[in-house]
């Protein structure tokens, strides 16, 4: 026993002091010094800066070979307080390189080749990757270069100082990839029908990389998944496409005259004041120009201010509409560009998500800054740019679709017009973490689509809906704070838990009002600037005082799961010392255990028992009525209450219910305990524990509740708002959930439930 007791003592001490304490530890190893660049309430410190980048840029799509001619200026200030040796650009699109390191590194199995498609894109050739031809000076002096992969440095002929400014010319040309076969954020897709294309072209400039405080040169190598850190600067770009194409791009249109009819010009300036989308070129005329291919070219001028990059769109296909969009006193241009493959849904939706999104978004961080805003259908992908994204959602070839389909549209609408925020504007470092970018704004997305539709079947956000990837293998889980090419299945982790760990803070660890006040305080500090982790995290806490130090370690920095257990309820009432409420209590026969087996049986099994049979053997002790009150009863309890006062009287005689619950912790990660209790007559209480009860020992703790009446259950976290991984373990008494299981399947394959309908209504055509 003694032994047990000291193994006992020795492990509490080990948790209580090591655990406990810990996950409460303020974050300072962890997070950054302050500095004059980011000051320790998370904001840009009094020296902060940033560098900036303006682009020239004269570009031709030839659709003949499905290939990009560019040529730019790019004039780059340095804003900071260094001397640049060199300067480093982006390459992305030598990941299209044969033996790119992207390629190299992409690891396959056999199990996977299951078509002859899948062996063709395997053996695909293709001559991807930039053809640089020239970098210059201004002046024509070519200047010294080297690429290494991804990268590009330039080497200026003497080092670029503090305040100043240098200009220099880059020309290339590459051939766009094929979505189909070899992927790509940036690419085309092919109609064979038609013999047509669909280009959504972005990262086809060499683009500046980001120097700064926190990284120096972000030149970390583009290797397909973490994506891009940008700086800002004007943008304007010329892009000549065959006469009879569409181009919607990041910008607006500079020479609607040279490139549009009347007719649409007209339309456009219709659409700038209608709260309804109107169509620009209909479904009618784009089917009209798909026919034949005109051989001339035009140039569409497109003028950006204060981006961090560039992308458009162009095809002799799309079908393009518009509406206005009312935000901060400005109105602003949403439209869409998609193909007749992509209606009916298109039309009908894409140009009013667009809205939706600038609106809300607006209201919960900042005022949508540009003048237009573009959804532009792609068929797969999701995929964001400044004012522009590529966007999949295609119905079947008889115009019906699924449910998915269509709520996949609408949520990846919503997500990359909301990029437009996090990180095209508040500008994170994308290569670096993917989470403050596709979390941030799949948490915005989630409040979107809440807004969008009631009961919106979301797909992250809601707390109980990451649970199942929060309890999976850890092998498998990686922390938030993992950098993008290293992180385990990258939807739950980058965009799913972040996104559910907001919207933890919002409904319970802070509130909606604390919340949403710190959160448009980030994104107005930081909004065309350069964040990094730290800054959030001091900013959510610094706006609020709520300390989120345990939240920020526990989500972010660990892969532990909330699971708490309700382990144990007892239950207690207070002794009243009053003889005629406590003896009536009492029982007759203490020791006896009424329902245990033998006793039942002797009922019947014994006939009679000695002292039945025998009077002379009771004595005092078997004829003593307990529950009898006597003289020294009624004198005892009345000095009671002469000591005691009325109000102390009043309590003791108040029927009180104590309850004492244990509970647990088994999933590791802190978080508020809630409690809700459910009374005899039907109604209930929700109580609130924040998470500091977790303090001192975080494995184990008990707390008493004390209600007016009894308890006829309890249930943790009954609003299944703290993402809570196993709530059998969460009720008292414990309660059993039937499941219906299947015996017939029931479900035609490859049928959407349009199609289903339509097969209906044949039938009842028919009179069956
Ligand atoms: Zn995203």
């Not at 980048?53 to 004269?58: E, G, L």
């Not at 290293?486 to 409904?507: M, V």
């Not at 004829?623 to 004198?635: H, V």
Request: with cysteine; glycine share 6%; net charge negative.
């Amino acid at each position: 026993m003694i032994k047990n007791i000291f193994i006992l003592s020795a492990f509490c001490f080990s948790t209580i002091v090591s655990l406990g304490q810990k996950k409460f530890a303020q974050l300072d190893i962890e997070l950054p010094t302050p500095n004059e660049y980011r000051n320790a309430s998370g904001g840009p410190g009094h020296n902060y800066y940033q560098q900036k980048a303006d682009y020239k840029i004269q570009l031709t799509l030839d659709d003949e070979k499905q290939r990009i001619y560019g040529e730019e200026i790019i004039t780059y200030t340095n804003n900071s307080p260094d001397h640049l040796e060199y300067l480093w650009l982006q390459l992305d699109q030598n990941i299209f390189e044969g033996n790119s390191d992207a390629r190299m590194i992409s690891v396959d199995k056999m199990e996977n080749f299951k078509s002859l498609k899948d062996v063709k894109r395997k053996l695909f050739e293709f001559d991807g990757g930039f053809k640089v031809e020239l970098v210059q000076s201004t002046s024509g002096q070519n200047l010294k270069y080297y690429i290494n992969k991804t990268m590009m440095r330039i080497d200026p002929e003497k080092p670029l100082g503090p305040k100043q400014s240098i200009s220099f010319k880059i020309k290339w040309w590459y051939n766009v990839n094929n979505r189909d076969f070899i992927g790509g954020r940036s690419g085309m897709e092919y109609f064979p029908e038609e013999d047509n294309y669909l280009y959504t072209i972005a990262q086809f400039f060499p683009r500046m990389c980001v120097y700064n405080d926190v990284e120096g040169w972000q030149n970390k190598q583009f290797l397909g998944r973490g994506e891009f850190n940008l700086p800002f600067g004007d943008y304007h770009v010329s892009i000549t496409v065959p006469e009879d194409h569409i181009v919607g791009a990041t910008g607006e249109l500079q020479n609607a005259n040279n490139v549009l009819t009347e007719k649409q010009r007209n339309r456009l300036k219709q659409a700038v004041s209608s709260d309804v989308p109107v169509m620009i070129v209909t479904q009618a005329e784009a089917e009209e120009v798909e026919k034949t291919k005109s051989k001339k070219t035009k140039t569409w001028v497109f003028k950006a201010t204060n981006v961090r990059d560039f992308a458009f769109a162009s095809s002799r296909k799309f079908i393009w509409d518009a509406m206005g969009v009312k935000i901060g006193g400005k109105s602003i241009l949403a439209m869409s560009y998609y193909p007749k493959e992509g209606n009916p849904l298109w039309e009908q939706y894409s140009t009013k998500l667009v809205a939706h999104t600038l609106q809300v978004y607006s209201k919960h961080t900042i005022d949508y800054p540009y003048p237009v805003a573009i959804s532009v259908h792609s068929k797969q992908i999701g995929m964001e740019y400044p004012m522009i994204s590529f966007n999949g959602g295609r119905p079947a070839e008889d115009g019906t679709y699924s449910k998915e389909t269509k709520y996949g549209m609408w949520g990846v609408i919503i997500h990359e017009v909301g990029h437009n925020f996090f990180p095209m504007i508040i500008n994170s470092d994308e290569r670096q973490w993917s989470w403050m970018d596709e979390g941030l704004n799949t948490f915005m997305q989630y409040i979107t689509e809440q807004a969008w539709e009631r009961n919106y079947p979301s797909r992250r956000g809601p707390a109980h809906l990451i649970t199942d990837y929060m309890r999976g293998d850890p092998k498998f889980i990686s922390p938030i704070m993992t950098n993008s090419e290293s992180i385990f299945q990258f939807g739950n982790n980058a965009y799913g838990k972040p996104a559910t760990a907001l919207n933890i803070l919002r409904e319970t660890i802070m509130g909606r009002e604390l919340f949403d006040h710190a959160f448009k305080i980030y994104c107005e500090r930081w909004k065309f600037k350069h964040p990094t982790p730290a800054d959030f995290f001091r900013t959510m806490e610094d706006a609020s005082a709520v300390d989120l130090d345990w939240f920020w370690r526990g989500w972010f920095y660990t892969t532990e799961y909330v699971d708490i257990s309700l382990d144990d309820v007892k239950h207690f009432q207070m002794n009243t010392a009053n003889p005629e409420v406590e003896k009536a209590l009492v029982n007759n026969q203490p020791y006896v255990q009424e329902n245990y087996i033998s006793n039942l049986r002797n009922q019947k099994g014994i006939e009679k028992t000695i002292n039945e049979k025998d009077a002379t053997i009771d004595d005092y002790y078997a004829k003593r009525d307990y529950q009898k009150i006597d003289a020294l009863d009624k004198a005892e309890y009345k000095r009671v209450q002469e000591k005691l006062n009325a109000e102390d009287l009043a309590l003791l005689n108040s029927n009180k219910q104590f309850y004492e619950l244990k509970f647990s912790n088994l999933g590791g990660l802190v978080s508020p305990i809630i409690v809700q209790a459910k009374f005899e007559d039907g109604s209930h209480q929700d109580i609130y524990i924040p998470a500091e009860i977790w303090r001192m020992d975080d494995v184990t703790l008990s707390k008493v509740f004390v209600f007016d009446q009894k308890v006829t259950s309890f249930r943790l976290d009954p609003y299944l708002e703290t993402a809570d991984c196993d709530l059998d373990n969460n009720s008292w008494p414990a309660v059993v959930q039937p499941t219906r299981f299947q015996l017939f399947n029931q479900q035609k394959m490859n049928e959407n439930p349009m199609q289903r309908q339509k097969r209906v209504e044949e039938l009842e055509k028919k009179g069956e």
